[in-house]
């Protein structure tokens, strides 16, 4: 997938995973990482970004295998934000296969 959708997206993509419950930072990543070719490095400045923001909230958690994680929580602005940006998704994404489709006939 080339890396100007990736970048375009992937505020979207993270807030849809935080939605669906807290989780820390490599476990996000991993979950993208699974779907999308990128490195796992860039998921922390999206994470950061977002929580400077308001977006998110971090909290440390105490885990079997090391020190405390942290963990990242989904704030109401970001459930606000991660609102808007998928009605811009379905619009845009409506718009690009309205061309796409036009173009086949």
Avoid: C
């Amino acid at each position: 997938m080339n890396s100007q959708f990736k970048k375009g997206v992937l505020d979207l993509l993270v807030l849809t995973i935080l939605d669906r419950g807290d989780s820390y930072g490599y476990d996000v990543a991993d979950t993208l990482s699974g779907k999308i070719q990128m490195s796992e490095g860039t998921v922390y400045p999206i994470l950061r970004k977002l929580a400077s923001e308001g977006q998110l909230e971090t909290y440390l958690k105490e885990s079997q295998d090391g020190p405390p994680r942290k963990y990242y929580h989904l704030t109401d602005g970001g459930r606000e934000k991660l609102s808007e940006y998928r009605k811009e998704w379905d619009e845009f994404s409506e718009a690009v296969r309205a061309i796409l489709e036009d173009e086949k006939k």
